[in-house]
């Protein structure tokens, strides 16, 4: 079983509304990742948190996504509004630092109506 | 740019055979390379990972793995395959220098399934 907590494990909503993921990472990890993995293929990085500070948001789309960590351990990361082309595994992993080995949550499974 | 080259996209074999799993890399500097299995609907576990040293790195559930800088390749290999095997396999690389941050750049994934 994942060390890392995410919920929900899956979600269905309509295009054009909200929604919210939540990650808690492995106690002490102070770099937290999102990732979105389309069916098919392989994860690719949102965000990535160094405790709660943004390291890299380059492929995180502003306009409709955003992510916060405030005090540095859990995370939620959302998208207002969904578009169909959201439908995706969103997977959160942790690791101890920089070039530690990441752990992965199981995911949330998103669709999108 | 850094990518990862999984260059099959299934691979069909018998319980009990061997399997191997190819993964090509492009990367401007010293990578740290890993291989990660993800079961139907689940979330990706570490199999095993390269830094640095014996190029022969050996991983959980009977994995190895073999890193040819020659080649630029980091193929997974095991000698007898289970039916609990079946699985996504996903090749990543990611910067050894510790400034450059540790953004992971993941392969398209290989499909195995195990015939009994």
């Known amino acids: 079983e994942a060390e890392v907590a995410q919920s929900p494990r899956y979600k269905i909503t309509e295009k054009s509304q909200a929604v919210a993921f939540w990650c808690d990472p492995i106690?002490?990890?102070?770099?937290l990742y999102w990732y979105r993995q389309i069916l098919g293929q392989g994860p690719e990085l949102l965000v990535q948190?160094?405790?709660?500070?943004?390291?890299?948001d380059s492929q995180l789309p502003k306009d409709r996504f955003s992510a916060e960590r405030l005090k540095g351990v859990d995370s939620t990361l959302k998208i207002q509004p969904a578009e169909l082309g959201d439908s995706a595994m969103y997977l959160c992993?942790?690791?101890?630092?920089?070039?530690?080995?990441?752990?992965f949550g199981d995911g949330t499974r998103l669709s999108i109506l | 740019a850094q990518s990862v080259t999984q260059p099959d996209i299934h691979i069909t074999v018998s319980e009990g055979a061997s399997l191997e799993l190819r993964c090509n890399y492009s990367?401007?500097?010293?990578?740290?390379l890993f291989w990660y299995v993800q079961s139907p609907g689940q979330g990706l576990q570490l199999l095993l990972k390269?830094?640095?040293?014996?190029?022969l790195v050996q991983g959980i559930k009977g994995f190895e793995a073999e890193f040819k800088r020659s080649q630029s390749s980091f193929n997974l290999r095991k000698p007898s395959v289970h039916w609990s095997d079946a699985a996504e396999y996903f090749c990543?690389?990611?910067?050894?220098?510790?400034?450059?941050?540790?953004?992971?750049?993941f392969g398209g994934g290989t499909r195995v399934l195990v015939k009994p």
């Open positions: 390269y830094f640095s040293g014996d190029t």
């Open positions: 992993a942790s690791s101890l630092g920089i070039n530690q080995p990441q752990h």
């Open positions: 948190f160094q405790d709660e500070s943004v390291v890299d």
């Open positions: 990543a690389v990611g910067p050894a220098r510790k400034a450059a941050g540790n953004k992971l750049t």
């Open positions: 990367y401007g500097a010293t990578p740290y």
């Open positions: 106690s002490g990890h102070a770099t």
